[in-house]
């Protein structure tokens, strides 16, 4: 197994909305990919995390590594995790993936938006870890972000008991 020196995590998003591509998806996919691209002498391990929405056509993780490979990543530097519901559930679920591969230098890669959250939550869950995060563009409306700040709000008010939950039953 060839060493990895750097391990990009990308957090899943539904990939298609009402039928059309998601903006968030495609920019998450871009904001992978250029660091991909950016660190190829590392050898990046990329894990793609998120799981099957009912209704959709393949899992979050599964879409997230299709759409890298069509960008030119190669399909060996890719792992699929796609059991994750959540971005507490992509940040306990990668860890044993980055452990695996030996891996502690890792890019956390979401939308702008939901930074403040995946931050938190990968700094309590993955310490040990040299932790950055790539914002990507979060390729919405004034609106929408409006909207996604305000679930991004309550969603980090109800983090903490989750997260100990989940740190007693690991």
């Known amino acids: 197994m060839a060493k990895r020196?750097?391990?990009?995590?990308?957090?899943?998003?539904p990939s298609v909305i009402k039928g059309t591509?998601?903006?968030?998806?495609?920019?998450?996919?871009?904001?992978?990919?250029?660091?991909?691209?950016?660190?190829?002498?590392?050898?990046?391990l990329v894990v793609c995390t998120g799981y099957h929405i009912p209704g959709s056509s393949e899992a979050q993780a599964?879409?997230?590594?299709?759409?890298?490979?069509?960008k030119g990543v190669p399909e060996e530097n890719i792992i699929v995790e796609e059991q994750s519901r959540s971005t507490l559930e992509n940040a306990v679920m990668a860890k044993p993936?980055?452990?695996?591969?030996?891996?502690?230098?890792?890019?956390?890669?979401?939308?702008?938006?939901?930074?403040?959250?995946s931050r938190y939550i990968f700094e309590s869950m993955c310490q040990?870890?040299?932790?950055?995060?790539?914002?990507?563009?979060?390729?919405v409306t004034?609106?929408?972000?409006?909207?996604?700040?305000?679930?991004?709000?309550?969603?980090?008010?109800?983090l903490r008991p989750?997260?100990?939950?989940?740190m007693a039953s690991t």
């Open 21 to 44: 591509a998601s903006a968030m998806f495609e920019q998450r996919v871009a904001a992978s990919f250029q660091l991909y691209q950016a660190n190829k002498q590392r050898n990046p």
């Open 97 to 117: 993936i980055l452990d695996a591969y030996g891996v502690k230098d890792v890019a956390v890669v979401t939308n702008k938006f939901h930074v403040d959250r």
């Open 162 to 166: 989750k997260m100990i939950q989940m």
């Open 62 to 70: 599964e879409a997230l590594k299709n759409s890298l490979i069509n």
């Open 128 to 139: 040990g870890y040299n932790l950055t995060f790539e914002e990507a563009p979060d390729g």
């Open 142 to 158: 004034d609106e929408q972000l409006r909207e996604l700040s305000k679930l991004e709000s309550r969603k980090m008010v109800n």
């Open 5 to 13: 020196l750097l391990g990009i995590v990308v957090l899943g998003c």
